[in-house]
C-alpha cells in the first residue's frame, strides 16, 4: 500500500535530496534516507516502527520494547540517519524531537536492525565493490533474507547473502556477486582453492581465506570494533564500522525521556 508523503516531506526530499527506504521491509537505514510516517525497518519478529503519532517505537511481535518518547509532539515527523552519524526524529523538516546523540566524522553511515532485535549504527563506510551501481524498477517487496555478515562471522558455501536478486556468494572458491534473475556476474574476488570462505575481521578487514591461508582481502583495515558488510539495493558490497551507537531491545528504555538536541541540515546522499 502507497503512503502518502506530506508536503512538508516533500519538501524535505526536493531540498536536501533525501530518500525513503528501498523497501519498508528493510533492516538496514543508509545516511541520507528516511524513514516516514508509517514506514518500518523489519527483522522477523522485530520492527522499528515511525509512527503517525510522531513516536518512533521498536517492537517485538506486538509488544513495544522501546520507544522514543516523541508521540504527539508534531506533524509530518520522520526519522533520518545524518552524515555525522546521528540518528533523529524530526518534524516540519528541521525541528529535532528526539537524538541518539552521537556524532562523529562526515561520512556515510548505516543503521542495523539486527535478528536479535538490537539496533546498531555503523560507519563510516571503509570499503565498497568495485562493481558498477545497478538500476531498475523500485521493488517494494519485502526482504525476508540476509544481507548483512557482521564481524567475525564466516561466509561458507553454501550460505550466501541475498538482496532480492542480488546474490554474495562462492562458485568453488571465488566469491561472486551476481544477479539471479539475469544470471550476470557483477564483481568477483578470482580466487582459486579446494575450499573457502569470506570472513569479516574485528578491524573491519573483509578476507577471502582457505584454511588460515588469506587468498584475497579488501586491504581496509581500522581499529578493531564491530562491523558489518551489507550486500546493497544496488548490488554491491559495502563495509561500515566501527559500531558508534547501539539500543538493545533488552535496555531499561520505556521511561526515556526524549532529547532536543541542536538542529542541524541532512545532506544529499551520494551513494
Request: proline share 4%; with cysteine; charged share 20%.
Amino acid at each position: 500500500m502507497a503512503i502518502p508523503i506530506p508536503l512538508a516531506l516533500l519538501t524535505l526530499s526536493a531540498t536536501f535530496g533525501l530518500l525513503p527506504p528501498h523497501t519498508t521491509a528493510d533492516h538496514v537505514l543508509y545516511t541520507g534516507e528516511v524513514l516516514m510516517a508509517g514506514q518500518n525497518l523489519t527483522n522477523g519478529q522485530y520492527r522499528l516502527a515511525m509512527q503517525s503519532d510522531c513516536d518512533l517505537v521498536l517492537y517485538e511481535g506486538e509488544t513495544p520494547t522501546w520507544k522514543a518518547n516523541t508521540a504527539g509532539k508534531g506533524n509530518d515527523c520522520y526519522l533520518g540517519l545524518k552524515h555525522s552519524g546521528e540518528l533523529v526524529v524530526r518534524r516540519n523538516v528541521h525541528y529535532t524531537l528526539w537524538s541518539s546523540s552521537n556524532k562523529s566524522r562526515k561520512g556515510k553511515y548505516a543503521l542495523v536492525l539486527d535478528h536479535h532485535g538490537k539496533l546498531g549504527i555503523y560507519g563510516q563506510r571503509r570499503w565498497a565493490s568495485n562493481n558498477q551501481k545497478e538500476t531498475g524498477i523500485l521493488d517494494r517487496s519485502v526482504v525476508s533474507t540476509e544481507y548483512v555478515l557482521y564481524s567475525g562471522e564466516r561466509l561458507s558455501p553454501p550460505k550466501k547473502l541475498k538482496y532480492k536478486n542480488y546474490e554474495l556468494g562462492f562458485k568453488k572458491c571465488n566469491l561472486v556477486i551476481s544477479d539471479s534473475r539475469t544470471g550476470k556476474l557483477l564483481w568477483q574476488t578470482s580466487t582459486e582453492a579446494n575450499s573457502c570462505y569470506a570472513q569479516l575481521e574485528a578491524d573491519g578487514e573483509l578476507t577471502v581465506k582457505h584454511r588460515n591461508n588469506r587468498l584475497w582481502s579488501s586491504n581496509k583495515k581500522s581499529e578493531d570494533g564491530a562491523y558489518i558488510a551489507v550486500l546493497r539495493f544496488d548490488g554491491r558490497l559495502n563495509v561500515f564500522g566501527p559500531s558508534i551507537w547501539s539500543l538493545d531491545r533488552t535496555a531499561d528504555s520505556l521511561l526515556a525521556e526524549p532529547s532536543f538536541p541542536p538542529t542541524g541540515d541532512f545532506m544529499a546522499s551520494s551513494e
